[in-house]
């Protein structure tokens, strides 16, 4: 286990070692001095218990007190005021010394037996009693002490702040920086104009931090471009780490992962898709078509690439999704109109050779028919009459589709162009048992070439009359729209089903091709073409010129 040391600030860890160093060393001195002092106020006692003991001594050796002893005894009693001189006869009674001190807790200095008295003389001193007076005698000393510590605790502590207190507040930018790196202002003013060291190190730290705001301010300014490149990217990014999460996801790819209805023929999903990728590890993985329920489809590409570190070491995935959608439906019309220019082609090359013997081939069933009595045989004559204007208008078509000019568009009144189409086709539609109506609301014109215009409501006229060979209802209709204008030609003929429609959309058959030369003369118009039909509902065709016209 390991263990926390407690943590200290720099003043601490300067003011405590000093403290620590400066309070020993006062008492040392003062253990120096009390013992040095001690020792020589005992030194001097036993030298005074040495001479008080020869002093006693002496005075034995003298006749008249060896006489008398009690002499001697009251000499001593009344010049000898202290209390560690003891006198003992040979039957061990003090004779002289202070009553109640018990001696024998006492410590001896100095000791003689006088032989003829039998008396025992000791000097014996309290050693508690002489530090009591030593510490007494020294009291100014130890005050003396006590304030130069205090001394030294107060110059310690100032020492201690002048030394860290320019460390402490580089800490506490250091601190702030970390925290609030976008600051501009360091408050170091105090301290970059001193000369010390402390001034150095503040001077050097300054330059650092305006080299580290540079260099962050270049590094924030390309991160932010970068991020900025990625996000408005025309294809999605996706980059995935190491263990698969990913980490980078610009604004494309968001709504493109987003699209959760949008599934493939196995049911799998853009995100399905993509980690599928990844799990694989596919270098060129396959494109994807994917299909809402509502029809709409979309197709996408994918790329892969690694991400590397300098030492070769891949440390994540980088995935690029590329909706091809508007791509894949652009080369779809460039072949077809590629096809379209092939036949037109084509057409111009054989129209001419064929319409000559199919106008032969007519004039000789007619003429024929004229002949003939029997009703089944004039009726087969009738059918191969119409069977060679079938193939008459199909050439027609063919030859329409080789024809490219420039067009010459004008404010077209789209009350005239109704007019004059009512007052051409009023005649067909009543032999064939058709209502035909054509309405404008109030007074509208249409900005495009009146010869194509014409051209692409005739076609579909016509489309909208072999619809409906028992006869039926037929309403070519013009109305404003907020965004501008739209044409719509509604029948009540036989309709088609979604897979009908679909192919007639896209060149199909004799009505497709019809169809093909109207989509190529609206593209080249601003109008756009949209069909709605159903088995046995009839067929609605609306036609939208988006700010090309308006009320007159």
């Given at each position: 286990?390991?263990?926390?040391r407690?943590?200290?600030?720099?003043?601490?860890?300067?003011l405590?070692?000093?403290?620590?160093?400066?309070?020993?060393?006062?008492?040392?001195?003062?253990?120096?001095?009390?013992?040095t002092e001690?020792?020589?106020?005992?030194?001097?006692?036993?030298?005074?218990?040495?001479?008080?003991?020869?002093?006693?001594?002496?005075?034995?050796?003298?006749?008249?007190?060896?006489?008398?002893?009690?002499?001697l005894?009251t000499?001593?009693?009344?010049?000898?005021?202290?209390?560690?001189?003891?006198?003992?006869?040979?039957?061990?009674?003090?004779?002289?010394?202070?009553p109640g001190?018990?001696?024998?807790?006492?410590?001896?200095?100095?000791?003689?037996?006088?032989?003829?008295?039998?008396?025992?003389?000791?000097?014996?001193?309290?050693?508690?009693?002489?530090?009591?007076?030593?510490?007494?005698?020294?009291?100014?000393?130890?005050?003396?002490?006590?304030?130069?510590?205090?001394?030294?605790?107060?110059?310690?502590?100032?020492i201690?702040?002048?030394?860290?207190?320019?460390?402490?507040?580089?800490?506490?930018?250091?601190?702030?920086?970390?925290e609030?790196?976008?600051?501009?202002?360091?408050?170091?003013?105090?301290?970059?104009?001193?000369?010390?060291?402390?001034?150095q190190?503040?001077?050097?730290?300054?330059?650092m931090?305006?080299?580290?705001?540079?260099?962050?301010?270049?590094?924030?300014?390309?991160k932010?471009?970068?991020?900025?490149?990625?996000?408005?990217?025309?294809?999605?990014?996706?980059?995935?780490?190491?263990?698969?999460?990913?980490?980078?996801?610009?604004?494309?790819?968001s709504a493109?992962?987003g699209?959760q209805?949008?599934?493939?023929?196995?049911g799998?999903?853009?995100?399905?898709?993509?980690?599928?990728?990844m799990?694989?590890?596919?270098?060129?993985p396959?494109?994807?078509?994917?299909?809402?329920?509502?029809g709409?489809?979309?197709d996408?590409?994918?790329?892969?690439?690694?991400?590397?570190?300098?030492?070769?070491?891949?440390?994540?995935?980088?995935?690029?999704?590329?909706?091809?959608?508007?791509?894949?439906?652009?080369?779809e019309?460039?072949?077809?109109?590629?096809?379209?220019?092939?036949?037109?082609?084509?057409?111009?090359?054989?129209?001419?050779?064929?319409?000559?013997?199919?106008?032969?081939?007519?004039?000789?069933?007619?003429?024929?028919?004229?002949?003939?009595?029997q009703?089944?045989?004039?009726?087969?004559?009738?059918?191969?009459?119409?069977?060679?204007?079938?193939?008459?208008l199909?050439?027609?078509?063919?030859?329409?589709?080789?024809?490219?000019?420039?067009?010459?568009?004008?404010?077209?009144?789209?009350?005239?162009?109704?007019?004059?189409?009512?007052?051409?086709?009023?005649?067909?539609?009543?032999?064939?048992?058709i209502a035909?109506?054509?309405?404008?609301?109030?007074?509208?014109?249409?900005?495009?070439?009146?010869?194509?215009?014409?051209?692409?409501?005739?076609?579909?006229?016509?489309n909208?009359?072999?619809?409906?060979?028992?006869?039926g209802?037929?309403?070519?209709?013009?109305?404003?729209?907020?965004?501008?204008?739209c044409l719509?030609?509604t029948?009540?003929?036989?309709?088609?089903?979604p897979?009908?429609?679909?192919?007639?959309?896209?060149?199909?058959?004799?009505?497709?091709?019809?169809?093909?030369?109207?989509?190529?003369?609206l593209?080249?118009?601003?109008?756009?073409?949209?069909?709605?039909s159903?088995?046995?509902?009839?067929?609605?065709?609306?036609?939208a010129?988006?700010?090309k016209?308006?009320?007159?």
């Amino acid at each position: 286990m390991k263990i926390r040391r407690p943590r200290m600030d720099i003043e601490n860890k300067i003011l405590i070692p000093f403290v620590c160093i400066s309070l020993a060393t006062v008492i040392c001195f003062c253990a120096i001095l009390y013992f040095t002092e001690y020792r020589v106020k005992v030194a001097a006692e036993r030298e005074n218990a040495s001479t008080l003991i020869g002093y006693i001594q002496a005075d034995l050796e003298l006749e008249d007190y060896r006489q008398d002893p009690k002499k001697l005894l009251t000499k001593y009693r009344n010049h000898y005021t202290g209390d560690s001189l003891f006198i003992y006869d040979e039957q061990g009674e003090l004779l002289l010394g202070k009553p109640g001190v018990d001696a024998e807790d006492l410590e001896v200095l100095a000791q003689a037996t006088d032989p003829q008295l039998g008396w025992e003389i000791s000097y014996r001193l309290d050693k508690s009693a002489l530090r009591e007076r030593f510490i007494e005698e020294q009291k100014y000393m130890i005050l003396a002490a006590v304030a130069m510590l205090v001394i030294i605790v107060q110059a310690s502590v100032l020492i201690a702040h002048n030394i860290s207190d320019p460390i402490r507040r580089l800490s506490e930018v250091c601190q702030s920086v970390s925290e609030s790196p976008e600051q501009e202002e360091l408050d170091m003013e105090e301290y970059l104009g001193k000369a010390d060291e402390v001034g150095q190190l503040a001077r050097a730290f300054a330059r650092m931090m305006e080299s580290i705001r540079t260099y962050t301010g270049e590094l924030i300014r390309v991160k932010t471009l970068n991020e900025s490149i990625v996000e408005n990217l025309p294809f999605g990014v996706v980059a995935y780490d190491q263990e698969g999460k990913a980490f980078c996801v610009n604004a494309s790819a968001s709504a493109m992962l987003g699209r959760q209805e949008e599934r493939d023929e196995q049911g799998r999903t853009l995100e399905m898709l993509l980690g599928q990728i990844m799990r694989r590890e596919d270098v060129l993985p396959d494109p994807a078509h994917l299909t809402e329920p509502t029809g709409k489809s979309r197709d996408y590409e994918f790329g892969v690439w690694q991400l590397r570190e300098p030492d070769g070491s891949r440390w994540g995935v980088l995935c690029t999704i590329d909706d091809i959608t508007y791509k894949k439906r652009m080369e779809e019309r460039s072949s077809e109109e590629e096809k379209l220019a092939y036949t037109g082609k084509l057409a111009a090359d054989v129209a001419h050779e064929i319409r000559n013997p199919l106008a032969g081939i007519r004039a000789g069933i007619q003429v024929v028919s004229r002949k003939l009595t029997q009703e089944r045989d004039q009726k087969l004559c009738e059918g191969m009459v119409r069977e060679v204007d079938r193939v008459n208008l199909l050439i027609e078509n063919l030859l329409n589709l080789s024809r490219r000019r420039e067009s010459q568009k004008t404010t077209v009144s789209l009350n005239a162009l109704f007019d004059e189409l009512q007052l051409l086709y009023f005649k067909v539609a009543e032999n064939k048992g058709i209502a035909f109506t054509a309405q404008v609301e109030g007074s509208l014109w249409l900005y495009a070439d009146e010869g194509e215009l014409r051209q692409v409501l005739i076609n579909l006229i016509n489309n909208a009359v072999k619809a409906m060979p028992d006869g039926g209802q037929l309403e070519i209709r013009a109305e404003k729209e907020p965004e501008g204008v739209c044409l719509t030609v509604t029948d009540t003929g036989v309709g088609m089903g979604p897979e009908k429609l679909e192919q007639v959309l896209h060149g199909a058959g004799t009505g497709g091709l019809g169809l093909s030369i109207v989509r190529r003369l609206l593209g080249e118009n601003g109008g756009q073409l949209s069909m709605e039909s159903g088995r046995g509902e009839g067929t609605r065709a609306r036609i939208a010129f988006p700010g090309k016209g308006g009320e007159a």
